[in-house]
């Protein structure tokens, strides 16, 4: 009786696990490595803090992260569909193979060093509404559409998500989470990010180089799976 009672909490925790903690820590992950390299919605929310104050920067931070939601939730269920075609995922696969090595042969060997751009260069035309201009510069922002949709398929192939209710909602909440973290960061120490991350920012192509590098490299080994 008693192990019976074990076996089945054993079991309840797994399960719990897959679905909720699993996917809440790989959406965390894959925001913070998606948002953290300076951008338009962090910048501008670090500018926000420095003229308006904390509260409107928080207050903008909020609307970008409602978007990012909404985003999130809409990639996953266009994985969801990619990853009942069978087709479509293997094509998308290979062409992720051809993006991801692009983009860290270019990240190591191309791409200018990267500069945090000054106070003045981000212009903010109105104060009445921080919680719609973060709506408004999340929206434009269309990146985050195919990135997730393509997280969310790289990890349903190694087992770590599943598209059931309770997974997506939990990918979905470790991204909105993992985004408005970095957006806070930028809002917090925006002032000291400028003089004390040199070291970063001149290393930020090597960064991307290599996390690029990694995406190549799983999606490769799908790719091989797939056909051999």
Known sequence: MYLSSFYNIQNTFLQYTMN?????LSGFIAAVIGVLPPGLINMTAAKVDLTDGRKRAMVFVLGASIVVFFQTYI???FAQYINSHQEILVLLREI????????????????????LKSDDSIQLKSKRSRFFMGILISA???????????????????NIFTFDTVSIY????????????????????FT?????????????????????????????VNVIKYYF
């Open 96 to 115: 992720g193979l051809v993006i991801f090595t692009g983009l860290s042969i270019y990240f190591l060997f191309f791409a200018k060093k990267p500069k």
């Open 75 to 77: 990639s996953v269920l």
């Open 170 to 189: 939990s990918l979905v909440s470790g991204v909105v989470l993992g985004s408005f973290a970095v957006f806070y960061f930028y809002v917090v120490f």
């Open 192 to 220: 000291k990010m400028k003089s004390k991350t040199d070291y970063f920012m001149q290393n930020m192509n090597k960064i991307l180089g290599i996390i690029t590098g990694i995406g190549a490299l799983l999606t490769l």
């Open 140 to 158: 434009i922002n269309i990146f985050p559409i195919p990135y997730y949709a393509f997280v969310s398929v790289t990890l349903a192939s190694y």
């Open 20 to 24: 909720v903690i699993l996917p809440l």
